[in-house]
């Protein structure tokens, strides 16, 4: 049995706010997480094929992105939540060395179908906005 906890929509409010977590921009994340996705479009692994499009390294991929916008909201739902849907749109280039801040907040809850929609942002420290979006997810029904 999981010591985790999953909420229900009976556990959220519309307007809660889910914990910021601070994801370190590394080589390694932005290289493993391009590889994982089958993405070997050379500036996500080659620093000088970066370079050459006028960025300072690789930068991370939009899969990669989607992944850690997905991890954000299931961290905060529970391990039984299901995610129904992603939107995410893309903003500044997350490179290494950066480090990206997650935020989001519950915008609106359907008990009738037991779902929870949340608005997710993503900001790097040095040139903001780098990814932004909304997860939903299913909730488990209440016990």
Not at 26 to 45: K, Q, S, W, Y
Not at 66 to 93: H, I, N, Y
Request: with cysteine.
């Amino acid at each position: 049995m999981s010591d985790y906890k999953t909420l229900t929509c009976a556990d959220v409010s519309i307007g809660d706010k889910l914990p910021p977590l601070d994801i370190d921009i590394t080589t390694g994340l932005v290289v493993c997480g391009a590889l994982a996705t089958r993405d070997f479009e050379p500036v996500h692994h080659n620093k000088a094929a970066a370079v050459a499009t006028g960025l300072p390294d690789v930068f991370m991929n939009i899969l990669t992105s989607q992944g850690l916008m997905t991890r954000f909201a299931t961290d905060w739902s529970g391990p039984e939540a299901v995610v129904k849907s992603l939107d995410l749109r893309l903003g500044a280039p997350n490179v290494p060395g950066m480090v990206m801040t997650m935020t989001g907040e519950v915008t609106a809850i359907d008990s009738d179908n037991s779902t929870v929609d949340i608005a997710v942002v993503g900001e790097n420290n040095i040139w903001g906005m780098h990814m932004q979006g909304s997860v939903q997810l299913a909730l488990p029904q209440e016990a």
